[in-house]
């Protein structure tokens, strides 16, 4: 299939070999590649039986049949694993040009299997794909590893992702950074990294990337370029990064505040993307390949206990260091950011597993003996950050907290459990479903535990449309009925664009007409906008069925009740979703049995009929 290289590249670190295995065309054509093609490979490859910390858990990195060439956001890559924090099913990508380059190097994707005995990094330039000893970066933060495995290897057009200090001591939050900045967080990938010692891929390609009709493609390209240049989001996203939702969240009532419980903070005046573009945002050059919307932002601070250059603090940053913990210092919040990066830990799982950790101070249940003597208030900036060296160090409390909220709650018990907020062992993102109910159903039933991208809902809750599934007008965000629709219908349409792999923030401009018709110009096949939303519920569907298999069921579909509780003040007080109907609603639409698997009429009408005798027997 044009538009896919068609090659697999399998390492196995416990022995160092090497293998280049062909992908059958059919897992190309029926799951495009990302998460989709990691699906295929990891229902088959990982066994149910076992701990995720086992050789046989996989790491896959893979890429999609828009990577490789000029496409709009195609610099990404995808992760799969079974996720050391929740046990279940874990995707993520990240941005930058690592999947340009593995693209260009002629791999779709890059199984990792097996544990090193000893650090070791993977080293691809093309054809040459080497196991070397890492043992010169091992215990350094992210940005000496970068820097030290660019000069050992040379060549700056390369990309690379690497893990950090936590990473490397196996904390459950931590994540895999590419290019010292743009992170494949969520779900503790850099743990199972680490666990295989290995610290980095390094990446370079020189090949070129076939289309069908270069003409066409071009054409295409410009076209869809253009409409994301034109929607107003993009520009709001270009001239103030995500930040820019902090700005709104007074009148949305998004943004969480004090551990999920106020309405109303005064601090969202001085923590927003646009105060950021008044104090300490700085120019700079787009880091995403072929990207036009460019919402990075880069940022420098030169005086006082917060110096620090470098990649800025993102929306889920500044709400999860900031309005969560109290915290109104925007100089700190990068730094809490930046210091997350050079551990490489997830900034959601890390500053939750702080407001937890807060609440818990307040309500007695943690004391100054149990914090080292740090005082866990509201609002203490040192604290914060002490707990944040703390995570990635895996020292004291620290040790924890980086197991995530969930594992927390269970060891601290004395009623923690009510406001450890995580759905499936993941902590919730910085959206709230008392404000848009479509993340409700979103949540509850995301393969990787709560996850705003596994149904990219503010796209649409309250604003947009999606003709090609029915949705021919928005919808109300708390509308009672209807949510259980939006949910499937955008996790479909995200699934199918973590798969291609573009960027969300596409989602405003790129219809399913849109991408189906790219797809077509990259691969010759002939897509339309249903055949889109097919392979994105076949993909749903078979990540739904890995979590099956590892005894997740309906049961597990739930929210945290502060979440179908009332905010305390706020443009949103005594308004609760109603999730029992949202949920009906939805596994109607699902075809889900009561007990959460896909029903065998659904799993054969999108060709998953290999998973039937998992399910039934």
């Not at 910390?53 to 000029?70: I, W």
């Not at 799969?80 to 380059?101: A, V």
Request: glycine share 12%; proline share 4%.
């Amino acid at each position: 299939m044009k538009g896919c290289t068609g090659r697999l590249l399998r390492v196995n670190l416990s022995s160092g070999a090497i293998t280049k295995e062909k992908i059958p065309d059919e897992y190309l054509r029926e799951y495009l590649g990302g998460t989709g093609l990691a699906a295929r490979y990891l229902y088959d490859e990982i066994p149910v039986n076992g701990d995720v910390f086992d050789e046989n858990n996989k790491l896959f990195f893979s890429v999609g049949p828009l990577n490789g060439k000029q496409f709009p956001t195609s610099g990404r890559c995808n992760l799969s694993c079974r996720s050391p924090l929740t046990g279940i099913w874990l995707d993520s990508s990240w941005s930058g040009k690592f999947g340009y380059n593995l693209k260009r190097a002629g791999y779709d994707a890059i199984i990792i299997e097996g544990k090193s005995p000893k650090p070791v990094y993977l080293y691809i330039n093309d054809e040459q794909v080497e196991l070397r000893d890492a043992s010169f970066i091992w215990g350094k933060m992210v940005s000496e590893s970068v820097r030290d495995l660019y000069e050992q290897c040379g060549d700056k057009k390369a990309s690379c992702c690497t893990i950090g200090p936590a990473g490397e001591k196996m904390v459950k939050t931590g994540c895999i950074i590419g290019d010292t900045t743009k992170a494949a967080g969520r779900g503790g990938s850099g743990a199972l990294m680490g666990s295989k010692k290995l610290k980095a891929i390094y990446v370079y390609g020189s090949q070129s990337v076939d289309v069908p009709d270069e003409g066409v493609w071009k054409k295409t390209v410009k076209e869809i370029t253009a409409k994301i240049n034109e929607n107003q989001t993009s520009q709001a996203l270009k001239a103030y990064g995500t930040g820019v939702a902090m700005a709104t969240a007074p009148q949305t009532g998004d943004a969480p505040i004090k551990n999920w419980t106020l309405g109303k903070w005064d601090g969202f005046e001085k923590v927003n993307g646009i105060a950021m573009a008044k104090t300490i945002l700085k120019k700079h050059s787009p880091q995403c390949h072929a990207c036009p919307i460019h919402c990075a932002r880069y940022v420098e601070i030169d005086e006082g206990d917060y110096q620090m250059k470098g990649e800025g603090p993102e929306y889920e940053a500044m709400g999860v260091f900031g309005s969560m913990c109290l915290n109104d210092n925007l100089e700190s919040i990068a730094y809490a950011n930046f210091l997350c990066n050079e551990y490489g830990m997830d900034v959601i799982s890390t500053g939750s597993s702080i407001s937890f950790a807060m609440e818990a101070f307040e309500k007695g249940i943690l004391t100054l003996q149990d914090t080292d003597g740090i005082e866990l208030a509201w609002g203490n900036v040192e604290a914060i950050l002490a707990m944040i060296r703390k995570i990635g160090d895996r020292v004291g409390i620290g040790e924890l907290l980086g197991q995530g909220v969930r594992k927390a709650a269970d060891v601290l018990g004395k009623g923690s459990e009510e406001f450890a907020m995580h759905v499936k062992g993941l902590e919730i993102p910085m959206h709230d479903p008392r404000a848009f109910f479509g993340f409700g159903p979103t949540y509850a039933t995301s393969p990787r535990g709560a996850c705003h991208l596994h149904g990219y809902i503010g796209g649409f809750d309250g604003a947009g449309v999606m003709p090609e599934a029915g949705l021919n007008e928005p919808q109300e965000p708390h509308a009672l009925k209807g949510k259980g629709f939006l949910a499937k219908i955008v996790q479909d349409y995200c699934s199918v664009m973590q798969s291609s792999i573009i960027c969300f923030f596409t989602l405003y401009s790129v219809t399913p007409t849109d991408l189906a018709k790219a797809l077509t110009a990259a691969t010759g096949v002939s897509y339309d906008a249903q055949e889109i939303f097919k392979i994105g519920e076949r993909v749903f569907n078979l990540q739904r069925a890995f979590n099956n298999r590892f005894g997740l069921t309906s049961a597990d579909d739930v929210l945290p009740g502060r979440i179908l509780t009332s905010t305390i003040g706020g443009p949103n007080e005594g308004i609760v979703p109603n999730f029992e109907e949202q949920m009906k609603e939805y596994y109607e639409l699902r075809k889900w049995e009561d007990n959460g698997n896909p029903s065998k009429e659904k799993l054969h009408e999108l060709g998953l009929d290999f998973v039937i005798s998992d399910l039934y027997g």
